[in-house]
């Protein structure tokens, strides 16, 4: 096949869903597809609709997949004829993030036009599915294939588990780009009045605004003994860290599937999420980690100060994150199911 990928920036972008769209692409590569990537600048969301005076799709495709991030730039290029089907792939909804509900109602129409310029989708839970079905009354071909989480593999022992559970200080690991969305003010938050240490991994450069009010906000709590931010890390740096948590916290505003929980449970760490998007399909609460309201700073600092003094209960959810992580469908099963959609699409 020969199948164009319209995405922002750079294929290379650190984040769950550039993670995906990378994968895919490698899969299909790997089975002999020509892959052609087009790639549009990353600006505001106002500059991005106007692409639509300009930007055209190529020609000379059998199929062509649309990263949904991309949708305020590609509608009019979509209504356009075309002698391929689109698909788009979409990891959540801009329109489902937590904001004012006037700025969501703003987005939301705009989202609704570009849904139904697609012939087909690819949603990566079935959340995702559940709210553009909700936009569109969906009967369009899709397929729900969940993100890769398996790039590390199984890698920690029970016993090693058990090692780290009696270790003194709870570590936390906030794993994510710097953005408002994940939630991690509403961390520092819970953790301002402890002695937890919090591990911070991930790009500082995604909203520079936050960056600087997060920054702040850790001086202002005399926290900088115990909140250590390392920007992003390659595998064996990011291993260690994994390695050395006791807990995985990130509580997002809103999250499409969050490939991060599945990885860090791969490491014996409970995850806490919140309740707002997919997490819920991933995170047991109570068995393999917690969900909370989102912002719900105080709730979070309960959870946290109880793993703290109970050792045998992380203990138990750490092997119980092992499990759910051993379940999860593999990425080759997957990317497989997604190149049979593919196919059954020319």
């Given at each position: 096949?020969?199948?164009?990928?319209v995405i922002?920036?750079?294929?290379?972008?650190?984040?769950?869903?550039?993670?995906?769209?990378?994968?895919?692409?490698?899969?299909?590569?790997?089975?002999?597809?020509?892959?052609?990537?087009?790639?549009?600048?990353?600006?505001?969301?106002?500059?991005?609709?106007?692409?639509?005076?300009?930007?055209?799709?190529?020609?000379?495709?059998?199929?062509?997949?649309?990263?949904?991030?991309?949708?305020?730039?590609?509608?009019?290029?979509?209504?356009?004829?075309?002698?391929?089907?689109?698909?788009?792939?979409?990891?959540?909804?801009?329109?489902?993030?937590?904001?004012?509900?006037?700025?969501?109602?703003?987005?939301?129409?705009?989202?609704?036009?570009?849904?139904?310029?697609?012939?087909?989708?690819?949603?990566?839970?079935?959340?995702?599915?559940?709210?553009?079905?909700?936009?569109?009354?969906?009967?369009?071909?899709?397929?729900?294939?969940?993100?890769?989480?398996?790039?590390?593999?199984?890698?920690?022992?029970?016993?090693?588990?058990?090692?780290?559970?009696?270790?003194?200080?709870?570590?936390?690991?906030?794993?994510?780009?710097?953005?408002?969305?994940?939630?991690?003010?509403?961390?520092?938050?819970?953790?301002?009045?402890?002695?937890?240490?919090?591990?911070?991994?991930?790009?500082?450069?995604?909203?520079?605004?936050?960056?600087?009010?997060?920054?702040?906000?850790?001086?202002?709590?005399?926290?900088?003994?115990?909140?250590?931010?390392?920007?992003?890390?390659?595998?064996?740096?990011?291993?260690?860290?994994?390695k050395s948590?006791?807990?995985?916290?990130?509580?997002?505003?809103?999250?499409?599937?969050?490939?991060?929980?599945?990885?860090?449970?791969?490491?014996?760490?409970?995850?806490?999420?919140?309740?707002?998007?997919?997490?819920?399909?991933?995170?047991?609460?109570?068995?393999?980690?917690?969900?909370?309201?989102?912002?719900?700073?105080?709730?979070?600092?309960?959870?946290?100060?109880?793993?703290?003094?109970?050792?045998?209960?992380?203990?138990k959810l750490?092997?119980?994150?092992?499990?759910?992580?051993?379940?999860?469908?593999?990425?080759?099963?997957?990317?497989?199911?997604?190149?049979?959609?593919?196919?059954?699409?020319?």
């Amino acid at each position: 096949m020969k199948i164009g990928l319209v995405i922002y920036g750079s294929l290379d972008t650190i984040s769950g869903g550039y993670l995906y769209d990378r994968k895919l692409v490698e899969y299909l590569r790997s089975k002999g597809d020509e892959i052609e990537v087009i790639s549009l600048p990353w600006r505001n969301y106002v500059a991005h609709l106007t692409d639509n005076l300009y930007f055209r799709l190529p020609s000379n495709l059998d199929i062509l997949i649309e990263d949904e991030l991309n949708h305020p730039s590609l509608i009019a290029a979509n209504i356009r004829k075309h002698s391929y089907p689109i698909v788009s792939l979409v990891h959540h909804l801009r329109s489902s993030e937590l904001r004012p509900k006037w700025q969501n109602d703003c987005y939301g129409v705009v989202e609704k036009k570009y849904l139904q310029s697609v012939d087909g989708f690819i949603f990566n839970s079935q959340m995702t599915k559940s709210v553009v079905s909700g936009i569109i009354a969906n009967s369009k071909p899709s397929i729900v294939a969940c993100p890769p989480t398996d790039r590390f593999g199984l890698s920690i022992t029970e016993d090693e588990i058990r090692k780290r559970a009696e270790s003194t200080e709870l570590r936390i690991l906030f794993l994510g780009n710097m953005i408002y969305r994940k939630g991690l003010h509403t961390l520092l938050e819970a953790v301002k009045m402890t002695i937890h240490i919090v591990d911070v991994v991930g790009s500082e450069t995604s909203e520079p605004e936050y960056t600087k009010q997060i920054k702040k906000l850790v001086v202002t709590n005399r926290l900088s003994s115990r909140v250590k931010f390392h920007g992003p890390l390659d595998n064996e740096l990011l291993i260690e860290k994994l390695k050395s948590a006791h807990v995985l916290v990130v509580p997002s505003s809103y999250e499409g599937f969050g490939i991060v929980y599945l990885e860090g449970m791969g490491f014996g760490l409970p995850a806490i999420g919140t309740t707002a998007g997919a997490a819920g399909e991933i995170i047991t609460h109570g068995e393999n980690g917690y969900l909370i309201e989102p912002d719900d700073a105080a709730a979070l600092a309960n959870l946290l100060n109880e793993l703290a003094m109970n050792r045998e209960l992380l203990f138990k959810l750490s092997l119980n994150a092992v499990k759910r992580y051993l379940s999860q469908p593999k990425w080759e099963e997957t990317a497989r199911s997604i190149r049979e959609f593919l196919q059954s699409m020319i």
